[in-house]
C-alpha cells in the first residue's frame, strides 16, 4: 500500500509538471500582451511594465524562474490587478467555487443514485419513466441554458429565490441546481443500468434464498456492486463540475475561482491563468486519486499492491 | 417415515411474448425426514423451476404457481404472501445453486455472507454468529476457517467457494436442503468431495436434502429416491434399487442407456433421438410420445394413469395398462 501511494504520488507530480510545462508554453504561444487593451497605455510605460514583470527575457528564463518560485507555492503577483498576488486571489475565490463544487457533486451523486435505484426497482413502471424522462433532459439541456431559465422562472418569475450572488443557502439553490443536473442524469442512468445487471446475478438469488429482506438485498448486495461503474465516472464527472463552474460563476456573480480564470484568459494575465491553472489541475489529480482508493476499496478483486497473488 | 415437505400437484406458468410456458405441469412427490430424494431429468424439464417454486423463488411477473399445494409443517408454501415465505427461506428450508463462481456476493467477506443468514434469523449478536459460521466452516471441510472468515470470494478456488456456498445453506440449521446441480460446474474428483461432504452432512446433521441433477452418477452415489422429470410432469418415482434396476417408463431406459457403465464392457451407449416437448402447446396426452418408440393411439390423446409397481414405485405410462399389456406382450 505504502509504495502504491509513493508511486502514486510521483506520477501526479509528473502529471501536474507536463501540466504546468504544456500551459506555459501555448500560454506565452498566444497572441497579444497585457498591456495592449483599450487603456492606451504609452510605449514607455509598457516597456517599464514588460521589463517590470521579466515579460522581456527569453520564455525559457521566464519558465525555469516560474518553476522555481512554483516549488515554492508562490505564484506571483497578478498583472492586471495590481498589489494583489495569485495566492491572495485563489484564497479568496476557492473557498467559495469549492463550496460550490462540492455542494453540487454531493447532491448530483446522492440524488443521482436514489434516482437510479428507484427506476431499476420499478423497472418500466411510471417511475422509471419519469426518472429517465429527468435524465435525458438532464443530459441534454446545458448547464447555462438550465441556469437562465432557473433565474427567469424561479428567481423572477415567482420572486422565490435570490437572483444572483453567494451569500446565504438560498442563494445556493439555483445554482447548485443548474450545475447539479447534468451529472445527476448522467449517474441516474449508469446507476440504473449497472443495478439492472446486478438485479439479475446468481448472487442476488443466492441473497433472497437466505431470506433477507428486499431492503438488504438491494442496499446491502446488490448496491455496492452497481456503484463500481458509477465510480468510475465520478473523476470525469468532477471535472465538468469543475470546468462547469466557470460558467455558473459568471451568470449567478459568484465570485468564485471560475471568474477570475476567465478573466485572467481574457486579459492575458500569465500568473493568473498559470495559477488558476495549477490550481484547477491539482485538484482534479487528486480526486482522480480519490476515485482509484475508493474503487479499490468498494471491489476488494482490485488491489491497489501488486503483491499477494492469489 | 415423516414427511417432512409435500409438492402436491404444482402447476407453474410463465407468461413470455411467446405466450403461456407450461413449465411444471402437475408435479407431485413427498420428502421424507433424513433422505435425499433425486431429480433428474434433460434440460428444460422443469427441475429448477420446481426447487425455486418451493423456496418462493419464482420471479413474478412473469412466473406464477398457477395450481398446486406446497405442504411445509401445516403451512402451504405455495399461498404464503412472500413476508411469511422469508422466515422460511434460509431458516427451514436453503437452497444450493449450481455456480459457486457466481452465487457467492465477490464483494462481501465470506464470513459476513455466512453470518447475515443467521442474523437475519435468529436475531442472535455478531459475536455467536462468527462462532457458529466457524463451527460451520468445519463442517464442510475448510481448513483454517479463522483467517478464512475474511477473505473475499475471489480469494478461494471452486470447490472451496461450493463448500462454502453449503456453510451459507446450513447456517440456520434448515430441515431441508434443496441442491440445483451442486456439482455441475465442479469437475469429477471435486465433485465427488462435495458429494461426500452431502452424505457427511446429511448423518451429522438429519438434513432432507432435494438434489437436483442430469447426472445418473450423481443420483447413484448420494440418492435414496429417485424422481425422473419430462417435459414437466414426474413420469416415474421410485427408489434407487427401482429406478436403476426396475425401470419402468421408456424414457427412464432410455436414460439409462445413454450414461456410460463400466460394469459392462462395450456397452452401446444410446442417446435418445428426437427433442423434448414444446412447453409453449405441451401435448395432452403422455410428453414423452414424439420420442417413444411404443407410442400408441392413446398415448397421444391421453394423459397416462397412475400404475404403482411397488409400495414407492410409481409409473405413468399407457404400457403400463393392462389392456396395453395383452396386445403388446410380445414386444414388451
Ligand atoms: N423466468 C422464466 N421465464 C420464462 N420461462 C422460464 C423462466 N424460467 C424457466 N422458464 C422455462 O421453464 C422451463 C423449465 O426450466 P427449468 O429451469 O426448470 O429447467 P431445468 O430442468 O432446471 O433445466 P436445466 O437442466 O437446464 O437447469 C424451460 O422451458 C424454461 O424455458
Ligand atoms: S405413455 Fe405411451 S408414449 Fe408415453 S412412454 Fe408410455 S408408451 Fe411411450
Ligand atoms: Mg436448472
Known amino acids: 500500500m505504502a509504495t ?47 521589463a517590470h514583470f521579466n515579460l522581456d527575457q527569453p520564455v525559457s528564463v521566464q519558465y525555469i524562474e516560474y518553476l522555481k518560485s512554483i516549488v515554492q507555492f508562490d505564484f506571483g503577483p497578478s498583472i492586471k490587478k495590481s498589489s494583489q498576488t495569485v495566492n491572495d486571489l485563489l484564497g479568496r475565490g476557492f473557498p467559495v467555487s469549492f463550496e460550490l463544487g462540492m455542494v453540487t457533486l454531493v447532491v448530483a451523486i446522492l440524488s443521482g443514485i436514489l434516482l437510479g435505484v428507484l427506476a431499476a426497482l420499478k423497472h418500466n413502471g411510471v417511475i422509471d419513466y419519469l426518472a429517465m424522462t429527468i435524465a435525458v433532459l438532464g443530459i441534454s439541456v446545458p448547464n447555462f441554458v438550465l441556469a437562465t431559465l432557473l433565474i427567469q422562472q424561479v428567481a423572477v418569475n415567482w420572486e422565490l429565490l435570490p437572483v444572483a450572488t453567494w451569500k446565504s443557502w438560498r442563494h445556493m439553490v439555483l445554482p447548485t441546481l443548474a450545475l447539479a443536473t447534468g451529472p445527476m442524469a448522467i449517474i441516474a442512468r449508469l446507476t440504473r443500468s449497472s443495478m439492472l445487471e446486478v438485479l439479475t446475478q446468481d448472487y442476488i438469488l443466492t441473497a433472497k434464498a437466505k431470506g433477507l429482506t428486499p431492503f438488504k438485498i438491494v442496499f446491502k448486495h446488490a448496491l455496492k456492486n452497481a456503484l463500481l461503474p458509477v465510480v468510475t465516472v465520478l473523476g470525469a464527472l468532477a471535472a465538468g463540475i469543475l470546468t462547469g463552474t466557470f460558467v455558473i460563476e459568471k451568470i449567478f456573480a459568484i465570485p468564485g475561482m471560475g471568474k477570475y480564470f476567465v478573466d485572467s484568459i481574457n486579459n492575458r494575465d500569465y500568473p493568473v491563468i498559470m495559477g488558476t491553472t495549477i490550481f484547477y489541475s491539482a485538484l482534479l489529480i487528486f480526486l482522480l486519486f480519490l476515485v482509484d482508493v475508493a474503487y479499490g476499496i468498494l471491489d476488494p478483486r482490485i488491489k491497489l499492491h501488486k503483491k499477494e497473488g492469489r | 417415515m415423516e414427511k417432512i415437505l409435500q409438492v402436491k400437484n404444482l402447476h407453474v406458468s410463465f407468461r413470455t411474448y411467446g405466450g403461456e410456458v407450461k413449465a411444471v405441469r402437475g408435479v407431485t412427490f413427498d420428502l421424507h425426514k433424513g433422505e435425499t430424494i433425486a431429480i433428474v431429468g434433460e434440460s428444460g424439464c422443469g427441475k429448477s423451476v420446481t426447487a425455486k417454486s418451493i423456496m418462493g423463488l419464482i420471479p413474478n411477473p412473469p412466473g406464477k404457481i398457477t395450481d398446486g399445494k406446497i405442504l411445509f409443517k401445516g403451512k402451504d408454501l405455495a399461498k404464503l404472501p412472500d413476508r411469511e415465505l422469508r422466515k422460511i427461506r434460509g431458516a427451514d428450508i436453503s437452497m444450493i445453486f449450481q455456480d459457486p463462481m457466481t452465487a457467492l456476493n465477490p464483494t462481501l467477506t465470506i464470513g459476513e455472507q455466512i453470518m447475515e443468514g443467521i442474523i437475519q434469523h435468529h436475531k442472535i449478536a455478531r459475536s455467536d454468529a462468527r462462532k457458529k459460521a466457524l ?21 478461494f478456488s471452486g470447490g472451496m467457494r461450493q463448500r462454502i456456498v453449503i456453510a451459507l445453506a446450513l447456517i440456520c440449521e434448515p430441515e431441508v436442503m434443496i441442491a440445483d446441480e451442486p456439482t455441475t460446474a465442479l469437475d469429477v474428483t471435486i465433485q465427488a468431495q462435495i458429494l461426500d461432504l452431502f452424505r457427511d452432512i446429511q448423518k451429522k446433521t438429519g438434513v432432507s436434502i432435494i438434489l437436483i441433477t442430469h447426472d445418473l452418477g450423481v443420483v447413484a452415489q448420494v440418492a435414496d429416491r429417485v424422481a425422473v422429470m419430462y417435459g414437466g410432469k414426474i413420469i416415474e418415482t421410485g427408489t434407487k434399487r427401482e429406478i436403476f434396476y426396475e425401470p419402468q417408463h421408456p424414457y427412464t431406459k432410455g436414460l439409462l442407456n445413454s450414461v456410460p457403465r463400466i460394469d459392462i464392457e462395450d456397452a452401446e451407449l444410446v442417446p435418445i433421438a428426437g427433442t423434448p416437448p414444446d412447453l409453449f402447446a405441451p401435448p395432452a396426452g403422455c410428453p414423452f410420445v414424439a420420442r417413444c418408440e411404443y407410442a400408441m393411439e392413446v398415448c397421444d390423446r391421453i394423459y397416462p394413469t397412475q400404475t404403482l409397481k411397488g409400495n414407492e414405485h410409481q409409473v405413468y405410462c399407457w404400457l403400463q395398462d393392462v389392456r396395453a399389456k395383452t396386445s403388446f406382450a410380445t414386444k414388451w
Do not use: C
Not at chain 1, 22 to 41: C, V, W, Y
Open chain 1, 4 to 50: 502504491y501511494l509513493i508511486k502514486r504520488f510521483f506520477a501526479m507530480i509528473v502529471t501536474l509538471w507536463l501540466i504546468i510545462t504544456l500551459t506555459f508554453f501555448l500560454m506565452h504561444a498566444l497572441p497579444g500582451s497585457p498591456f495592449n487593451d483599450e487603456r492606451n497605455t504609452s510605449e514607455a510605460v509598457q516597456k517599464n511594465l514588460i
Open chain 2, 135 to 155: 463451527e460451520i466452516l468445519e463442517l464442510v471441510g475448510i481448513p483454517s476457517p479463522k483467517s478464512r472468515l475474511k477473505q473475499y470470494p475471489h480469494q
